[in-house]
């Protein structure tokens, strides 16, 4: 979280979720900076395993440099997390070259992304 020295007038800030959690196999987005790029937004995610307190697991498309990133749920534009942790973003090819790994959507281990309502509340002034 940041704490910015004047109002911002022409945007909303994003809505973040206080209580309870989002929904078992809910559609997410993920929108960070990994490796260098201006800008990631990546969609087509879903909630696969939300049954630990303090985070959920996901199959979204990360790679390092994304931890931090907000996630969002896509059906309502609430942030429900932050990213933390996933799975191996390359592979090696036989010729030794590197590639993105790829997973199915249910397969690999998933992205780790600690709830928002973890986080402590920060209070305007």
């Known amino acids: 979280m940041i704490r910015l020295d004047r109002p911002v007038t022409d945007r909303p800030a994003l809505e973040i979720r206080t209580s309870g959690k989002i929904a ?6 993920l ?3 990994p490796k260098g790029l201006p800008i990631k937004i990546a969609g087509g995610s879903n909630v696969r395993s939300n049954a630990a307190t303090k985070y959920f697991v996901a199959n979204l498309d990360s790679y390092g440099g994304n931890s931090g990133s907000a996630v969002i749920d896509a059906a309502t534009g609430v942030v429900e997390g932050i990213l933390v942790r996933g799975e191996s973003d390359y592979t090696t090819t036989s010729a030794g070259c590197y590639i993105s790994y790829v997973c199915p959507d249910t397969g690999c281990r998933g992205e780790d992304i600690t709830r928002i309502t973890n986080l402590p509340r920060v209070l305007k002034k």
Do not use: S
Request: charged share 10%.
């Open 24 to 29: 078992d196999g809910a559609a997410i987005v």
């Open 31 to 33: 929108i960070g900076h």
